[in-house]
């Protein structure tokens, strides 16, 4: 089996509650299903029954959800959000729903038990902020694409387990994009954000493709799929502005796609530090894929 270094583990992240602000870590336990905790909680928009998110409700990226009790494979934990005005309450605190919905102005209901089909709404005016929709996906148009993008089944994720993003990916994008923009990896909501070898030149998971990922020497991903980006990588965040350039540069220059969602194959827990190490790639095989993409 051939190794070749890739970088180290710069940090990790779950995302409690679905398209809320998550919490940094500095160990997380990986599973086959995810992140222990990740997007454990969505909201489901009464009137549909779709799962929201900050596609159609930016809003939502004023919430900030953690673990004040941290979850573990025999318990839950428990969530704590704090709401834009600075409150708190817990998902399962028996007003929480009617507070987020005053907020939202929308009536929502929070859950944690998915359905097996499973779908957020998009607004397909907004969902990938002004860039034509043919320049996303070439087999959409206006009229033909969803008002809907499919949840993983069973699962609040969108589309793997696991979402992995290499700091190289992001300065490459910064460095298309003219530097005006404040291109930062918090707005791609990775789990797993590597710091890449400064080797590793341009968009670096598409030398994944075809190819897994051991880290830690306890995880590994592989079934890689790149990610393609909608409106939420430049939605306002934090300190972050509004700035609808990053998605454009993501779209001109690599068809909306950066960073990839992964199949874990090999569970285990994660530390900032470890190591990560590309396996059994096999370049004509990531070759076609990133071609595809």
């Known amino acids: 089996m051939v190794e070749h270094f890739v970088g180290r583990v710069a940090e990790l992240w779950r995302y409690p509650v679905k398209s809320m602000l998550g919490e940094r870590r500095n160990q997380l336990p990986i599973t ?48 704590q959000i704090t709401l834009p005005d600075g409150r708190t309450i817990c998902p399962d605190d028996p007003d929480a729903s009617r507070i987020i919905s005053d907020f939202l102005g929308l009536s929502v209901r929070l859950e944690n038990q998915p359905a097996s089909d499973e779908k957020t709404g998009i607004d397909r005016a907004t969902v990938f902020g002004d860039v034509p929709v043919s320049m996303m996906k070439a087999e959409w148009t206006p009229e033909s694409m969803p008002d809907y993008f499919q949840l993983m089944t069973g699962t609040f994720f969108e589309i793997g387990a696991v979402y992995l993003l290499a700091s190289g990916s992001v300065d490459h994008l910064r460095r298309l994009q003219g530097g005006t923009a404040r291109i930062d990896r918090r707005r791609f909501r990775p789990n797993i954000y590597i710091e890449s070898e400064a080797e590793c030149g341009g968009f670096v998971e598409d030398s994944w493709l075809g190819g897994a990922l051991n880290i830690g020497g306890a995880v590994r991903v592989g079934d890689f799929r790149p990610t393609v980006w909608c409106v939420t990588s430049t939605l306002a965040q934090q300190d972050l502005p509004r700035d609808l350039s990053i998605l454009r540069t993501t779209a001109q220059h690599h068809r909306g ?27 004509d095989t990531a070759r076609s894929m990133a071609e595809s993409a």
Do not use: M
């Open 32 to 79: 086959t299903l995810g992140a222990l905790g990740d997007r454990a909680w969505a909201l489901r928009e009464t009137a549909t029954g779709r799962i929201a998110s900050a596609k159609r409700f930016p809003q939502l990226l004023a919430f900030h959800a953690r673990y004040e009790v941290e979850p573990t494979f025999a318990a839950p934990g428990r969530i």
């Open 257 to 283: 796609c950066l960073g990839v969602y992964a199949t874990v194959t090999r569970s285990g827990s994660l530390q900032v530090g470890d190591v990560v190490y590309l396996v059994n790639q096999g370049t």
